[in-house]
């Protein structure tokens, strides 16, 4: 799959309300083209709900329902019985949620529906924090980062919804990044043409939450997966796949980079840097990640 | 467009729902057509979908709602994108 087969058709207009920059557009564009217009979303209150634009004008081609912030895949839930119902069983039903409205407000309704085997593909874009309304920790926030509510730095680290998704044993669930468009397109694609609960989680960098210049968005994610803060996998049926570069690094073809390549460019992580380089917490975020990939190291290779 | 008799509010999909986000710019990204090798990288990873594509490839910009953000001229791997100020200082 190469950049020119993509299709050309839009379903997110120009001029909508997004940032300059927007991770969560990059992987909207994506997404819509490899599903087409034959989808209905659902959107609980996140950043996508503001992209949307002011009433009476909205800039998403398809059918859009908004929905409180935890209701996102009961939602969705309900769409697919009632499309069901009509027969109308060739329309894809996609819930998109922010980690917000994932992680922590979300996860009792998303575990529901994946309990139901609701026919639907559920994505987080995850952009570790609740972005929409000015940058608060959430449950996918890294250790030590800067958030409005963790001025100076968040004392926990982040949970693994990958894994707490795998343990619904469901058909399809998958991570991927806004920076390799062609490895979202072919996950996003072969959801749609599985039956069931499908979960795709999407790295998306946000420039003005996580404090860095917004043309680095897609420099950011390249290097959220070559430190190995971030992976690329696919599970089906239970059976996990590393992608990409993700996989060359299971495998110990290359090296990972020390997570600090990653983190300097962040303002979030500024108070680790100046004034005095905070080496002992700088440790302790490399120790987490070298942990996780000893963990993939045992179980997936 | 089909307009629907519907009682609860709807919105309609029309380009340009923010109105015209080219404003925002400060820097304004030139496209070096000779440098160009059709690569589509710029179109793929353009955040606001400014960039269009056209059938044999090439790619144009639209300056009505680019909204700057030079990510096109970060991803280029030809250096075929350069941001230049909106209005120079004389």
């Known amino acids: 799959?190469?950049?020119?087969?993509?299709?050309?058709?839009?379903?997110?207009?120009?001029?909508?309300?997004?940032?300059?920059?927007?991770?969560?557009?990059?992987?909207?564009?994506?997404?819509?083209?490899?599903?087409?217009?034959?989808?209905?979303?659902?959107?609980?209150?996140?950043?996508?709900?503001?992209?949307?634009?002011?009433?009476?004008?909205?800039?998403?081609d398809v059918p859009v329902m908004n929905i409180a912030f935890e209701a996102a895949a009961a939602g969705a839930s309900g769409v697919e019985a009632s499309l069901r119902q009509q027969g109308k069983e060739d329309t894809t039903v996609l819930a998109w949620a922010g980690d917000g409205g994932t992680y922590d407000i979300g996860i009792q309704a998303l575990s529901g529906a994946l309990e139901r085997g609701t026919n639907f593909i559920y994505i987080c874009y995850n952009?570790?924090?609740y972005s929409n309304t000015g940058v608060q920790r959430s449950g996918a926030t890294p250790y030590s980062a800067w958030t409005t509510t963790t001025v100076s730095g968040k004392t926990e680290f982040y949970k693994e919804m990958g894994d707490i998704v795998r343990a619904h044993h469901i058909p399809y669930s998958a991570q991927a990044c806004i920076s390799q468009p062609e490895d979202l397109y072919r996950?996003?694609?072969?959801?749609?043409?599985?039956?069931?609960?499908?979960?795709?989680?999407?790295?998306?960098?946000?420039?003005?939450?996580?404090?860095?210049?917004?043309?680095?968005?897609?420099?950011?994610?390249?290097?959220?997966?070559?430190?190995?803060?971030?992976?690329?996998y696919e599970c089906e049926?239970?059976?996990?796949?590393?992608?990409?570069?993700s996989k060359i690094l299971l495998e110990g073809k290359i090296k990972r980079k020390p997570a600090e390549e990653w983190i300097k460019h962040q303002g979030r992580f500024r108070h680790l840097f100046v004034p005095k380089k905070d080496e002992e917490k700088l440790k302790l975020i490399q120790q987490h990640i070298d942990k996780r990939w000893e963990r993939y190291q045992k179980e997936f290779l | 467009m089909k307009?629907?008799?519907?009682?609860?509010?709807?919105?309609?999909?029309?380009?340009?729902?923010?109105?015209?986000?080219?404003?925002?710019?400060?820097?304004?990204p030139v496209l070096d057509v000779s440098k160009c090798v059709k690569c589509l990288r710029c179109w793929i990873f353009c955040p606001e979908g400014s960039i269009k594509r056209n059938k044999d490839n090439?790619?144009?910009?639209?300056?009505?709602?680019?909204?700057?953000?030079?990510?096109?001229?970060?991803?280029?791997?030809?250096?075929?994108?350069?941001?230049?100020?909106e209005a120079k200082k004389e």
Do not use: H
């Open chain 1, 237 to 245: 049926n239970d059976i996990v796949t590393f992608n990409g570069k």
């Open chain 1, 1 to 60: 799959m190469a950049l020119k087969d993509l299709p050309i058709e839009e379903c997110l207009f120009q001029g909508n309300a997004a940032c300059p920059g927007c991770p969560a557009t990059i992987a909207l564009r994506l997404v819509l083209k490899a599903l087409g217009k034959n989808t209905i979303m659902v959107v609980p209150a996140c950043c996508t709900a503001v992209i949307e634009s002011l009433y009476p004008k909205t800039s998403f």
């Open chain 1, 187 to 232: 996950k996003v694609q072969k959801a749609k043409g599985i039956k069931g609960p499908k979960y795709i989680e999407i790295l998306a960098p946000c420039p003005p939450g996580w404090r860095f210049s917004m043309d680095l968005t897609v420099e950011m994610g390249d290097l959220a997966i070559e430190t190995g803060a971030w992976t690329l």
């Open chain 2, 58 to 85: 090439s790619v144009e910009i639209n300056y009505d709602y680019c909204k700057g953000c030079g990510v096109c001229s970060n991803v280029c791997k030809v250096k075929a994108i350069t941001m230049d100020r």
């Open chain 2, 3 to 28: 307009k629907y008799k519907v009682i609860t509010s709807l919105s309609y999909p029309q380009e340009g729902a923010m109105g015209k986000t080219g404003s925002w710019r400060v820097f304004r």
């Open chain 1, 127 to 129: 952009n570790q924090i």
